[in-house]
């Protein structure tokens, strides 16, 4: 499956624009990391708990995306997007979405 975050793909033609693919995850802190996160507020500096955390909810959310765009049997996924939310305190959404289609070589 390809991805971009363009709405075309070089050396491809879309031949079928299918529907949006979407796919995301609600992840929550946790204390430990909460822990580590208030003392780097403090001393400054990247949180590498919460940057892992978000790095993994948001391949997450394209794999749950790149699923959804296999069950319209898109070929490709253009103009990919993420978003986040928060649910409640301490979750958040982190939604990939896009639109798939079907290509084929120019």
Same mark, same amino acid.
């Given at each position: 499956?390809? %991805? =971009? #975050?363009?709405?075309? %793909?070089? +050396? /491809?033609? !879309? !031949? ?11 992840? @929550?802190?946790?204390? +430990?990391?909460?822990? &580590? $996160? $208030?003392?780097?507020?403090?001393? +400054? +500096?990247?949180?590498?708990? /919460?940057?892992? %955390?978000? *790095?993994?909810?948001?391949?997450? *959310? ?6 959804? $765009?296999? #069950?319209?049997? *898109?070929? @490709? ?6 978003? #986040? $939310? #928060?649910?409640?305190? &301490?979750? =958040?959404?982190? %939604? @990939? /979405? &896009? ?8």
């Amino acid at each position: 499956m390809q %991805l =971009s #975050t363009t709405d075309f %793909l070089p +050396g /491809y033609r !879309i !031949i079928e624009v299918l529907d949006v693919a979407r796919g995301s995850t609600v992840r @929550a802190r946790h204390i +430990g990391r909460d822990i &580590g $996160a $208030a003392f780097k507020s403090i001393v +400054g +500096g990247e949180i590498g708990s /919460y940057t892992e %955390l978000m *790095a993994d909810a948001r391949e997450h *959310a394209i794999e749950r995306m790149v699923a959804d $765009a296999k #069950t319209l049997e *898109a070929d @490709a996924i253009i103009n990919v997007r993420f978003m #986040t $939310a #928060t649910v409640m305190q &301490g979750a =958040s959404e982190i %939604l @990939a /979405y &896009g639109t798939a289609v079907k290509i084929e070589k120019e």
